[in-house]
């Protein structure tokens, strides 16, 4: 089955560094682009970072735009989120997408991992 688990979040102050982690399994990983996506309590989910297949081309929210890095190992069927100048307003749930179907509208999500940005 089609599984994914994010790790690596946790309590960081403002201007700090964390990389999160998403190990894929259950799927053929490197045919298929990845995404980071995050939420907060009453608000949608936000598009924070995507990446091809190939790792050849990354898009960023302009919020996290020269601050986060999208990056993945296709060989170990992993997508980090290298996320650096950590601001409050960054703090969320942080999920790993993988868009399956565009026609179907279907998404596989992990379970989340928490970021705290605070002092």
């Known amino acids: 089955q089609v599984q994914l688990v994010e790790s690596g979040g946790g309590l960081v102050q403002p201007g700090g560094s964390l990389r999160l982690s998403c190990a894929a399994s259950?799927?053929?990983?490197?045919?298929?682009?990845m995404s980071w996506y995050r939420q907060v309590p009453g608000k949608e989910r936000e598009l924070v970072a995507f990446?091809?297949?190939?790792?050849?081309?990354?898009n960023y929210a302009d919020s996290v735009k020269g601050r986060f890095t999208i990056s993945r190992d296709n060989g170990k069927n992993t997508v980090f989120l290298q996320m650096n100048s950590l601001k409050p307003e960054d703090t969320a749930v942080y999920y790993c997408?993988?868009?399956?179907?565009?026609?179907?509208?279907?998404?596989?999500w992990g379970q989340g991992t928490q970021v705290t940005v605070s002092s």
């Open positions: 259950g799927f053929t990983f490197s045919t298929y682009a």
């Open positions: 990446i091809t297949s190939a790792g050849t081309t990354t």
């Open positions: 997408n993988w868009r399956y179907s565009d026609y179907y509208l279907i998404d596989y």
